[in-house]
Structures are given as C-alpha cells and as structure tokens.
C-alpha cells in the first residue's frame, strides 16, 4: 500500500491541525468556523474513501474492502457526529453561546476518526498499538474537558485511567505475540502461527498474548470483563462525547480484534487453542446478558443506552466467534440473503447499523438537553410525543431498531447475526440472541412508553436548538429506515469486508512474503463451524 | 530488517519435562509466598504486618531465585547456561523489591522515587540485554522526565506535600482483590512458561546472548535501529508525533484554570449576546 | 560479562510478567490517583522488558524499535494523566479516588 491509501486519513488529520490553527483566533465569527472546516474534511475523507472502496484499488492489499469498509465507516458516521455536537459541549455554563475550546474538540474528534479509519490499513503490531492509541487519547481529553460538572471529571478519571490499564494489558499481549513470532509484522506472525498450528499446539505464549489483547480491547468496545466503566462514563460525559463514545472506539475495537485475530488464520481448534474462540463466545454470551439485565434496573437514559451499548457489544463479539468462515451452502457472491453472510459481514453489518441507531437516539436526548436543561430519566421525556412529535418520532424508530423490529436496519443486523449462527451450527447461539433482544425490548418500549403514554410532568421549555442537530436525528432516523428497506448499498461494503478476510492462511494474503499461491489449509478447515473443526 | 533467527525445533525440550514440574512447583510456592509478603506490606496502618511481609516478600524472593538458578544450572540446560548470571538476579531483585516499595509505600513522594529505582534497574538489565541505547532513553524519559513531572505533581497535589501521610495513602482500598487477581495471573503466565506443555513452548532453550559478539555489529548498533526506524516505521513515528501533539493540546485543556471565556480570549471579543 | 551474564529469555519473561503483576497490584489496590497512574508505568515496564528480551533472543530491532513508540506513547499518557489530577486536586482538595464516586445506578 502506498500513501494514496491513506488519502482519508490525511485529509481528516490535516483538517485537525487546520481546525486546531483556527481555533485559537481571537474573533469568534473565525472560530465559528471550526464546525464548517470539520464537516468539509470529513466530506472530503469520505469521497476519497469511496473513491478507494471503487473494485480494483490496492488489489495486493487483501483486506482492502475491510480497510475501505472502516474508512467509510469513520468518515460517514463522524459527519453525523458533528452534525450531533453542533452545540458546543465544552460550556461551563449551559447557557454560553460558544467555548474557548470550539477548535481543539473539532480538532480531537477529527483525529479520532482517523485513528478509527486507518484501523484496518495497519500491518503491523506497532502500527497497531498506535492507531488505536490514536482513536483513544483524544477521547480521553473529551470526556476530561467537559467542564462545569464534576461529573465529567469523575467519568474522565474513570474512563482515563481504565484506558491505561487496557492499554498496557493489551500492549502485554503484543509483546508475547512479538515474541512468539520474532517479528511485529503481521505477515510473519501470520506464517509462525500457521507452521505452530501445523505442528500441532500453538505455544502458550502465543494464547497467552492472544488472550490479552482480547481482555485489554474489551475495554474498547465496553465489553465483559472491561465493561463497567460505561455506564459511569457515559453518564458523566457530555452528550454529543458519549455519542461519540458509544461509536468509535467500538468500532475500532472490533477492527482491531478481527485484525489480530486473523493473525491465527481462525484455526484455532486445538484442545488448548480452541480455548480462545470459546472464551470469546463464552463473553460475548455473558456481556449480552450482563448489558440487557443490568438495563432493566436503570431509570437514567443515558445509563440505560450504556447498558444497551454492552449488550450491543455482545452480540458483534458472537458475530466475531463465528468467524470468517462461509457454510458450505454458501450461495454466489452478491446474493442476498441466503447463507451467504459469515460471521464478520454479520459484524460489520452490525457496526454500522448500531453507530446510526445510537447516534441518532443520542442525538434526540442532546436535543432535549438543549430545551430543557436536563431529560435524563423517565420523567424528563415524558410527554415528549405531544409537544415534540418530530423528536419523539426519531427517538422512537432508533428505540425501534436497537429493538431489532422489522423494517429498521437493527432487524437485518440481528437477523445476519442470527443466520450466520444457524450456519456455522451454533443454533444455542441464536436461541440466545433471540432470548437477549426480547429482554431488550422491555427497557426500550419503557422509554417509547414514557414519551407516548404518559403526561409532561413539567411543560417542555422552548430554546431554539441549532438546525444542524435537528439535522443529524434526522439523518440518522432516515437511514436507519433507509438501510433498513433498502441495505443493498451497506449490504456490499460489509458482505466484501467480511469476505475479504481469508479463512485459511496462504501466503499469499500477506504482502511481503514470498506470494506462494499456494492456499494452504488444515483439514477440513472449509467447513463453518467455530474457526473449523 | 527484522531477522529472525529460528529456534531449531528438536527433542530436548522433552527432556526438560522432567525437571520442569519440580521447578514449576517451586517457582508456584515462591509466587504465592511472594503474594502473601505483598497482602501484608499493602498500607493496612498497622506497622507490624508489614515488616514481616517484608520478611517473607525477602524469602519469597530468594527462593523463587535459588531455584531458578538451581534449574538452570543442574537441568537440562545446564550445559547451554553458564553459570547463572549474578548481574540479572541482583538487578531483578532491587526491581522487584523497589516495585513493591512502590506499590506499598504510604507516602507518594517514596512511592515515585522508588520507582526511579526500579527504572534504574530496569535500564542495568536491558544493558544485560545489549540494548544500551533503550537504557540511556528509559533512564533519560522515565527517571529524567516522567518521573520529575510525578514529583512535581505529588508536591503540588497533596496536602502538605505529601508529609504525613493522607488517610487514603495509609489504608488501601481493596488488598485481597488486588493481590489475588494479580498473582492469579501472574502464576498462571508462570506456569504457562516453565511448566505448561513444553512442546509448544520453544523459547527456553536458546541461551540469550550467545554469540551476540558477531552480530553485534549489526544489530545493536544504534544506526541499525534508527535505519529500521525510519525505513519500516515512518509512518507510526509520524502518528506517535500526532499523538504527542494531541496529548500536549489536551493537557493544556483539561488542566487549565477555570476561567470565564471572555478572560481567555481577551476582552476585545466579548460575544455580542 | 558474557561468561557471567547468561541468563535465559525465561527469567527475563518471569521478571516482567511479575512487574506487571505488582503494577496491577497497585493499580487496584491504592487509593491515591497519582500512585494508580504509577502503577499503569510500573506495568509498562515490565513490558518493556519482555520486548527487550525477546529483540535481544530474536537478535532483530524490532522489540526496540516497539519501545520506543511504547515509551512515547507512556510520557504522552503521563502528560495527559498528571493534567487531569492537577484538576482534579484543584476541585475537591483530595486524591482519593472514592471522591469521585458519585455517578450510580
């Protein structure tokens, strides 16, 4: 890959730096700006992003539509993040037109998406470790800088130093794959853990390194055992930060683990190896009950979406157990439906369906922020439908599709999930997925309930909220409409994304080596099933 | 540029084996021993427990080395090994007891300059490793940078400079959980290493730094890694740039007096509302 | 030294996973904010000699090249880390980690 890849990349980074410059001028109408100049690179980064995604580019590069997949990701989703965090959340009072820090959030947001988007265009451990550092830091001064509160400060400390800790416990892990390997390329720790799998056992320093980045990266996508920060942090943070929060590094997170994973070729089904997609199912199992039990408990929104965004996390870590592997009914490539979706299609499917139905339920209670001060539990929503109905409409269709109803993009995203499990023969896994999305449906139609059935305890204040935040519920709510009739567009980039991620190891898919054309597989490793049987 | 030099594979590992579980055995006792001594020196605010933590942190640790050493130099690698390097365990020992002073210590300001030592030691042992440069750079940022703006912090940031302790500093929040998550890992990285399926596990058998004298020259030069550096990794010292920027911006934002708006950016500008 | 000093990858591999440990140690068992961070790099270290090893065993740059980005990216988060008790110590005048603990259920 050469520097025209990271096109997106460096125009996002340099529209940072440029935002960064302008924010520090003294007249505010210039520093206004800030918002615009965001919007321009990240329109920018996506049309270059496409232009890359176009069949052919970088053909050397195998997992290209992944790398493409997550760029488009980045640039399209962080556009409806602006648009969502148009009213400054850096204020110390609610009632201040603008904040000294208009430029460096812009600036931080923007470098974030970057770190998201040049995620899986990495082939290296070091590159790695930096690029998801990259998405991180500037999230941790996001939810630090939110002042006034000190409720922003305590999810800060929280949020910051966890993030430390899984930073050194994944960067652990990346040491011992280093060592088992020799090398920090990802091609020649591919080649040593396809010749170890060949001998028989992986050595246990490679699970153990394994093992590790999986712990320290659940910190990332808020899953078991790393998870109970969420609900705290996205609490404490403003809004438009916590719907930042609940999309990127998840995101990321997810890249990465498919990343690292595919390092292992998916074969790990030895006695001691199979441990490690066992483990994975075993927490994505107990991160959705963990996040849709514990929902029911809330009464905050913000809480109950944290909750939710766990249990979300669930579900995509047991698309990511599914793996890459296609059944063998596998039907044509194009085809919809059908049995033709592997586990990370599924997952990546999934990704984006969660970003817009978050980012769009997100960007409703930011806009109530705006009227009323604070609609943080129940009673601060109810009654919404009858002075709001426009809110309350988009607030339900994401409700909706977080639900998993049919017609939303939630239900397609659940419904790959679940075909992948029924291919790969996990129907348990189904079963529990069903199971988890009916206990889902209790808290969500709670707060439907509350905002259609119930009276305004106290009539709604009017302050006209900016247009570019109506704008983003908006947006959001279409496409989760949109995507949901309609999902061919989206439907392509994960379905090649996901298939873009070989199943058995050939040197081949590792540029660099010495391209033997040779495919390479173990035994039977055609065969769906958790990473072969 | 990364050179990878294969361990051949071969049978003496089996041979290992044998030895390997007694060791394993030792080395596990010496852990748990090691994580008692840790649970009693943790601030608790009474003295007594801690000196005889300390007591066995000290058995603890000369145990778990005289065994080590007695694995290298009687087991199947006694061969390989000569004998077991005096420097490594001394330096292994000041790390590891200054960590614990670290970790237990109720005054912070001791805490961070015990972690200097443990710095100090960490850079003597990777000149063991050949990778002088690394210890000069750890020396330099850690002790030199990291570790002066720590004490500068603890000095502004605690009541009294730190002296006496603060009642947080002297009670420790939840020990046992602590000492137990941590050593359980901790023993099982452990036995993972010296006592799992050694068949898997080829590391072991290749002394480090043999013959470290002809490829010197190459690679532990100071220029071999700056032209790796900038030959595979130019793109990553550009974001570690980006990032030290981010971090350097963020600092500024989050420690930054909370002033009104207006004082920030001078009066000229006061918004028209 | 090279006749005295020859210990194997395993000894050095012990070490640094028992410096992780005792940084985790102290990471869930202090109450200071400013120790719960030092204990973050103490674990750093002992990664930082596992990469050493390991570039020394493999006789490659690549575990040194690795730590210099670690090392970077470590001051970065310290920077970041210390700004943050700087403001938080100028709120509520303490570094206990239990005074930030009003966000619940």
């Not at chain 1, 997949?69 to 965090?85: I, K, T, Y």
Request: proline fraction near 5%.
């Amino acid at each position: 890959m050469n520097l025209h890849g990271l096109l997106p990349e460096m125009i996002m980074l340099a529209a940072a730096a440029v935002i960064l410059l302008n924010g520090l001028c003294p007249r505010e109408s210039v520093r206004r700006a800030s918002q615009w100049l965001a919007l321009a690179g990240l329109v920018a980064a996506f049309v270059a992003a496409w232009r890359l995604a176009a069949p052919g580019q970088h053909a050397g590069w195998p997992l290209w539509p992944l790398a493409t997949f997550g760029s488009l990701l980045a640039s399209g989703v962080g556009l409806l993040a602006v648009l969502a965090s148009w009213n400054m959340p850096f204020k110390d009072q609610p009632t201040e037109t603008d904040s000294a820090y208009r430029g460096e959030y812009f600036a931080l947001l923007l470098c974030s998406l970057a770190g998201l988007s040049m995620m899986a265009k990495v082939n290296n451990l070091i590159w790695l470790f930096l690029a998801l550092e990259l998405v991180s830091m500037p999230t941790y001064i996001m939810v630090a800088a939110g002042r006034g509160q000190s409720a922003a400060q305590e999810a800060g400390v929280k949020y910051f130093f966890l993030g430390a800790l899984s930073a050194a416990v994944y960067l652990f892990g990346f040491s011992y794959l280093y060592g088992f390997a020799g090398s920090t390329r990802f091609s020649t720790i591919a080649a040593a853990f396809h010749s170890a799998l060949a001998l028989g056992h992986p050595p246990a320093i490679a699970l153990i390194g394994l093992l590790m980045v999986v712990l320290g990266i659940s910190y990332k996508i808020a899953a078991v055992p790393l998870h109970y920060y969420a609900p705290d942090v996205y609490q404490g943070a403003a809004t438009p930060v916590t719907a930042f929060l609940a999309f990127t590094p998840k995101a990321a997170g997810f890249i990465a683990l498919i990343l690292v994973f595919n390092l292992t070729g998916w074969q790990l089904s030895s006695s001691l190896a199979g441990a490690v997609p066992a483990l994975l199912m075993a927490l994505a199992v107990v991160t959705m009950f963990v996040g849709n039990v514990l929902a029911l408990l809330q009464r905050n929104l913000k809480r109950i979406l944290a909750y939710s965004s766990i249990a979300h996390s669930g579900y995509m870590l047991a698309a990511l157990a599914l793996g890459p592997a296609l059944s063998p009914e596998a039907t044509r490539p194009g085809e919809l439906g059908g049995s033709s979706i592997n586990g990370l299609s599924a997952l990546l499917f999934y990704l984006a369906a969660y970003s817009l139905m978050t980012l769009g339920a997100f960007a409703v209670l930011i806009y109530l922020e705006g009227q009323t001060g604070a609609a943080e539990d129940f009673d601060g929503i109810a009654g919404l439908a009858g002075e709001h109905p426009l809110a309350a409409g988009c607030m339900a269709v994401c409700l909706f599709s977080l639900i998993g109803m049919p017609g939303t993009v939630g239900f397609l995203g659940k419904l790959f999930i679940v075909q992948a499990a029924l291919a790969a023969h996990h129907p348990v896994l189904a079963v529990i997925i069903v199971i988890n999305a009916a206990i889902a449906a209790t808290y969500y139609l709670r707060i439907v309930a509350a905002m259609y059935l119930r009276a305004a305890a106290t009539p709604l204040t009017v302050r006209r909220p900016a247009l570019a935040l109506k704008l983003s519920a908006a947006v959001a709510t279409f496409l989760v409409i949109f995507f949901g009739l309609f999902p061919g567009a989206l439907y392509r980039q994960s379905v090649a994304g996901g298939r873009s991620v070989p199943t058995v190891y050939s040197a081949a898919h590792w540029p660099g080596r010495s391209a033997k054309r040779t495919a390479v597989g173990m035994p039977g490793s055609a065969r769906a099933g958790l990473w072969a049987n | 540029m990364d050179r990878v030099r294969r361990p051949a594979a071969g049978g003496t590992v089996r041979g290992i084996l044998g030895t390997g579980a007694t060791m394993n055995n030792w080395l596990l006792a010496a852990t748990a021993v090691g994580a008692i001594s840790l649970y009693l020196m943790l601030p608790h605010g009474r003295r007594r427990m801690s000196q005889f933590g300390a007591l066995l942190g000290v058995l603890a640790l000369g145990g778990g080395f005289v065994e080590l050493g007695l694995w290298l130099s009687h087991g199947p690698l006694a061969a390989a090994v000569a004998p077991a390097g005096i420097f490594f365990y001394v330096f292994a020992a000041i790390a590891l007891a200054s960590a614990v002073g670290v970790v237990c210590h109720p005054r912070p300001i001791y805490c961070a300059l015990y972690f200097v030592l443990v710095t100090l030691s960490v850079a003597a042992l990777l000149i063991l490793l050949l990778a002088e440069f690394m210890a000069v750079v750890l020396i330099v940022i850690y002790a030199g940078a990291i570790l002066v703006t720590y004490v500068f912090v603890i000095m502004l940031a605690s009541p009294g400079g730190g002296i006496p302790a603060a009642d947080y500093d002297r009670v420790s929040a939840d020990p046992l959980l602590a000492v137990l998550v941590s050593f359980v890992f901790l023993g099982m990285i452990l036995q993972r290493l010296f006592g799992g399926p050694m068949d898997g596990f080829m590391l072991a058998r290749a002394p480090l730094a043999s013959g470290h004298a002809a490829a010197a020259g190459s690679f532990a030069g100071l220029a071999a890694l700056g032209a790796n550096l900038y030959a595979h990794y130019a793109l990553p010292l550009e974001l570690a740039g980006i990032l030290l920027t981010i971090s350097l911006v963020g600092a500024v934002m989050i420690s930054r007096k909370h002033e009104p708006v207006v004082r920030i950016l001078g009066a000229a500008d006061v918004p028209a509302e | 030294m090279n006749s005295l000093a020859q210990p194997i990858l395993l000894e050095y591999l012990a070490l640094g996973a028992a410096l992780f440990a005792i940084g985790l140690v102290g990471f869930l068992a202090r109450r200071n904010l400013i120790l719960i961070f030092l204990s973050t790099e103490l674990m750093f270290q002992g990664i930082i000699i596992n990469l050493i090893a390991f570039s020394c065993y493999y006789q490659n740059t690549a575990g040194q090249s690795f730590v210099i980005f670690v090392l970077s990216i470590a001051a970065a988060e310290a920077a970041l880390a210390l700004g943050l008790v700087v403001l938080l110590f100028r709120r509520r005048r303490t570094l206990n980690v239990d005074a930030w603990s009003d966000l619940r259920g």
